[in-house]
């Protein structure tokens, strides 16, 4: 693992200089622009040095060459729970994100993102990669980013419909340090991304420390009307991701959407051996309305004892939503037609969205009672959200969901866990 460690620094020093080549053979050219027939000076617009708009604050030289961004977004929730698993109500104020974001653009060439998170009081470095650009068929990306399996938690964190993610996200990885080859062809109509990562842990993020741990993954997503003249269908898409690797250690429990633990592994239970993921994903948006759903397999080796076995857990989840003052519905988020200004009349409200989503986790039957306490970790989760957001405008966004979570144990004289239900806020700033 060192000698990959050590190439990826080299592959990255290799990639700026490339960058630096490719400005200083071409210093008063962008790629993709029309051939001058005069001074390209004539024609070409110079960018102010600093601007601002919804999007941040943005640097940049003359020509627009090289740039750097800086916006980011703060997320304060509160959680009020009338039950949790134990019986006993529990309300919760937290900062969940904090996150300054710092990406651009090196020489036309190079893009890359930094993006720390001070949120939870647990700061860390959440993204930091560099990605070459030249090839859009094939970018290459290396650093720490989002592994490209699950379609919820691709999804910005940003954008979410929901305080927090599904079910079926627990079954998928979040970011860990890798290397990815991605690109789009036929107007985004087919998009893959394939990549190597150090890390397989479920529903987790990883540190940059190289371990054990390392899996290839890839997915492939389709709009297959994207480029037809049906209107209504060009936003379907369907695709499939998945992932296989070696893992050794400690093996990750599972959480509720209210973030609180209902099933982990005995202490002297290990992850050992493969552990395999596939995920069938798609989604539908048709102007106000929007569906997405998804089906994960997480497949693990695992050992106790003496004991080993191929354990399979699997879950699923369908949202839907609707934007009540019209709006266009899409994956990358919702933007407000006319900011909130109640001086200006009725219709400057913003944009105005309800949801509801429907997800279920199941542990393989397995994994009790030789890896797992059939009497303190459940074997089936099944929860039901209801959401209302509201989109003042670009920067503030109101999000309140009644999320009820039921569980069932392994055997079915076991006392079940409580079920939970909690009312959970967010105001989001974001600039």
Not at 111 to 116: C, G, K, L, T, V
Not at 279 to 291: D, E, K, M
Not at 424 to 431: G, P, Y
């Amino acid at each position: 693992m060192k000698a990959l460690q050590n190439c990826l620094q080299a592959l990255c020093a290799v990639l700026l200089s490339m960058g630096s080549v490719l400005h200083s053979q071409a210093p008063s050219s962008v790629p993709g622009a029309p051939v001058a027939t005069e001074p390209q000076a004539t024609f070409q617009k110079s960018k102010p040095p600093i601007s601002f708009d919804h999007e941040g604050m943005l640097f940049s030289t003359r020509h627009g060459a090289t740039k750097l961004r800086v916006h980011g977004y703060i997320q304060a929730d509160n959680r009020m729970f009338w039950n949790n698993l134990h019986g006993e109500p529990l309300d919760q104020f937290l900062f969940r994100r904090i996150r300054p974001l710092f990406e651009g653009t090196l020489f036309n060439a190079v893009d890359f993102r930094f993006m720390p998170d001070f949120g939870q009081n647990n700061p860390q470095i959440q993204e930091a990669y560099v990605e070459w650009k030249s090839l859009p068929i094939a970018k290459l990306r290396v650093g720490k980013f989002k592994e490209p399996i699950g379609l919820e938690v691709l999804k910005s964190d940003r954008e979410l419909t929901f305080v927090e993610r599904s079910l079926a996200s627990d079954l998928v990885p979040l970011r860990y340090v890798g290397i990815q080859v991605a690109g789009a062809a036929f107007s985004n109509s087919i998009a893959y991304a394939a990549g190597y990562f150090n890390g397989t842990d479920d529903g987790s993020n990883g540190n940059f420390q190289w371990a054990d741990s390392h899996e290839f993954a890839g997915r492939l997503f389709l709009l297959p009307f994207a480029r037809t003249h049906v209107t209504l269908a060009r936003q379907l898409g369907i695709g499939v991701a998945g992932s296989s690797g070696d893992v050794q250690g400690a093996v990750a429990g599972l959480k509720t959407v209210g973030q609180t633990t209902f099933f982990k592994y005995s202490s002297t239970t290990v992850a050992n051996g493969r552990h395999e993921r596939v995920s069938p994903q798609a989604y539908y948006y048709a102007g106000p309305l929007g569906v997405m759903s998804e089906f994960a397999v997480s497949a693990q080796d695992v050992l106790n004892n003496g004991a080993s076995r191929k354990l399979r857990d699997d879950a699923w989840e369908v949202a839907g939503s609707l934007v009540l003052t019209g709006e266009k519905n899409s994956y990358s988020g919702i933007r407000p037609r006319l900011s909130f200004d109640p001086a200006k009349g009725w219709r400057h409200m913003g944009a105005v969205e309800l949801a509801s989503r429907y997800s279920v986790l199941r542990v393989d039957a397995a994994a009790f009672p030789i890896f797992a306490n059939p009497i303190s970790a459940a074997q089936h989760a099944g929860e039901f959200a209801l959401g209302a957001n509201w989109y003042l405008n670009h920067f503030i966004k109101l999000v309140t969901d009644y999320e009820h979570t039921t569980f069932s144990m392994a055997a079915g004289s076991t006392k079940p866990l409580h079920s939970e239900k909690v009312l959970m806020s967010r105001l989001q700033l974001a600039f």
